[in-house]
């Protein structure tokens, strides 16, 4: 079956300390990966995606993401949390296919201590 | 490039109205819709999936005649709740697929429309 799993539900990082987000997935085809960030109350935005190439993909706001197949892994990182980034994040895995939904994981929420 | 518009950002309707949400692809020809419920906290789940000019596809569990889906153009959308309750009450997302004029594909989310039914 076609999943994403984020294991973590919510993560507390202080302003200016590394942050590591989990996302792994299980799909039959070669998955096309997605990040995303919801502000609350608001829709999505897209960080970043992979769909082949470098496995280590830069996204906006000083976001990186790294595809390791055989982890079945897209993790998520930033150097430098800011207070700013506070919000839910969103692993999603899909065909590169105009015709096909993506598959949301359930998220993780990030909350930045000062 | 690759925009959705979706509207209302925000609605309150009385429980047994209908209310019309849209969603629209403003710089490209969206040939499939997808609509999506997200609950406080929750993920995104998948409602139902509509290619232009075709009948939408739902997903199990989500009762067509209660959310109609609407793809009649290449650039617009409409989900209707109808006969609304407060259960109905949610976060709704449109997202649109299509190819951009550079002929790569595309998948852009609209900024989603609250319901709140009273």
């Known amino acids: 079956a076609q999943s994403v799993t984020q294991p973590d539900i919510h993560i507390t990082v202080s302003e200016g300390a590394s942050l590591e987000l989990r996302c792994n997935y299980s799909?039959?085809?070669?998955?096309?990966l997605f990040w995303y960030v919801q502000s609350p109350g608001q829709g999505l935005q897209l960080l970043l995606k992979?769909?082949?190439?470098?496995?280590l993909v830069q996204g906006i706001k000083g976001f990186e993401a790294e595809f390791k197949r055989s982890q079945s892994s897209f993790n998520l990182r930033k150097p430098s949390v800011h207070w700013s980034d506070a919000a839910e994040y969103f692993c999603?895995?899909?065909?590169?296919?105009?015709?096909?939904?993506?598959?949301f994981g359930k998220g993780t929420t990030l909350s930045v201590s000062s | 490039g690759a925009v959705v518009s979706q509207h209302p950002s925000w609605v309150i309707c009385k429980s047994g109205t209908s209310v019309k949400i849209e969603c629209r692809s403003l710089d490209f020809q969206a040939t499939t819709m997808f609509w999506y419920r997200q609950f406080p906290k929750q993920s995104l789940m998948l409602m139902a999936t509509s290619n232009e000019g075709s009948k939408a596809t739902y997903e199990q569990g989500v009762e067509k005649d209660k959310f109609l889906i609407n793809h009649a153009s290449l650039t617009l959308s409409t989900l209707t709740v109808t006969s609304a309750h407060p259960e109905d009450s949610s976060f709704y997302i449109c997202?649109?697929?299509?190819?951009?004029?550079?002929?790569?594909?595309?998948?852009?989310f609209g900024a989603g429309s609250r319901l709140t039914v009273l």
């Open positions: 997202s649109a697929g299509g190819q951009a004029s550079s002929g790569a594909n595309v998948l852009t």
């Open positions: 999603a895995v899909g065909p590169n296919q105009a015709g096909t939904a993506l598959i």
């Open positions: 992979y769909f082949s190439g470098d496995t």
């Open positions: 799909y039959g085809a070669t998955p096309y």
